[in-house]
């Protein structure tokens, strides 16, 4: 049997379930072409967009300068983030972790130490973030 893993799709919201190693796939509520894999980001990273419907984890050495920054599971910051627009079902942000720019997250977890500097911030239900 495959194993499967929980997503939520980052365009319209949809929950569904892809199988472990899937990287991208058509989503069952939108048809649309999304990134399904677990993003770990250890390094220094500019991106116009990262957005995947699964994890996306800054470690403690990732430094990313992004658009727009999306996962339809959760976002876990250890290290640091420049963002127009930080998009989470859940978002983590550690001890260490910087985060610059605007957020909507359904839930928020932010450790004594962390950073948040600037932009809005507001938590609440994520649905079909677009
Ligand atoms: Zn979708």
Not at 50 to 59: N, P, W
Not at 68 to 80: P, S, Y
Not at 100 to 117: F, M, S
Request: proline share 4%; with cysteine; hydrophobic share 40%.
């Amino acid at each position: 049997m495959t194993a499967l893993r929980d997503v939520r799709c980052v365009k319209c919201g949809w929950d569904f379930q892809v199988p472990t190693r899937a990287s991208v796939l058509t989503c069952p509520g939108c048809y649309q072409r999304v990134r399904v894999e677990d993003i770990v980001i250890n390094s220094a990273v500019i991106e116009r967009s990262l957005e995947t419907c699964g994890r996306l984890l800054i470690d403690r050495r990732g430094a990313v300068r992004a658009g727009r920054l999306a996962a339809g599971v959760c976002i876990e910051i250890l290290g640091e983030v420049t963002a127009t627009e930080v998009v989470a079902e859940r978002l983590y942000i550690g001890p260490k972790g910087r985060l610059l720019g605007d957020c909507r997250a359904g839930a928020a977890i932010i450790e004594p130490g962390a950073v948040i500097a600037g932009g809005r911030f507001s938590v609440g239900p994520v649905k079909s973030a677009g």
